[in-house]
């Protein structure tokens, strides 16, 4: 996620590091990142920072999908339930097209329905080499929870990563 947003040109010199190959006799070179650097201590609050301006620039068209982004992320996690295998689906729409407005791909979806993941298939799943006909749902972790594909009383709809659109 922090790759997705970038510096601003006059702080970007703070992101500066001398790089050498290892081994080599030649001066290092100086580089300067443009985007956010995992490990940087202000990268998880910009990113944040970034997504929640996407969600309210675009209330207006996903007024349910920029709740859920306030309401259900935590950095690059989203972590999410529903009522209905269909509220699921129409929420992943909603938080896809919403959040590609600002740069952002959700990718590695899982659920603990199969309808929801064979829905979710052309998002990107968690497992893409899952045979929903014959496998067992996955278990995934997530901010110390697991989903282990048994079905509950409430669906779950669970994103764990945030990647850059090429």
């Known amino acids: 996620m922090f790759h997705q947003v970038q510096v601003p040109e006059g702080d970007q010199s703070a992101y500066r590091f001398v790089y050498r190959t290892p081994g080599s006799s030649t001066s290092p070179l100086t580089y300067q990142m443009t985007v956010h650097v995992f490990g940087s201590i202000s990268s998880p609050t910009t990113c944040i920072y970034a997504l ?15 709740d859920s982004v306030r309401r259900a992320f935590y950095v690059e996690n989203y972590l999410d339930s529903f009522d209905s295998e269909d509220g699921v689906v129409k929420r992943a729409r909603q938080m896809k097209n919403l959040l590609q407005l600002g ?6 979806w899982t659920s603990s329905s199969r309808n929801v993941m064979a829905a ?47």
């Open 52 to 66: 929640n301006r996407t969600a309210d620039d675009h209330r207006d068209q996903f007024p349910e999908a920029a």
């Open 120 to 166: 979710l298939r052309e998002f990107g799943l968690a497992t893409p080499t899952l045979n929903l006909d014959l496998n067992k749902l996955p278990v995934e972790r997530t901010l110390g929870m697991m989903c282990d594909g048994s079905p509950t009383y409430r669906e779950t709809l669970i994103l764990y990563m945030l990647q850059a659109i090429v």
């Open 103 to 108: 740069g952002f791909n959700l990718t590695k």
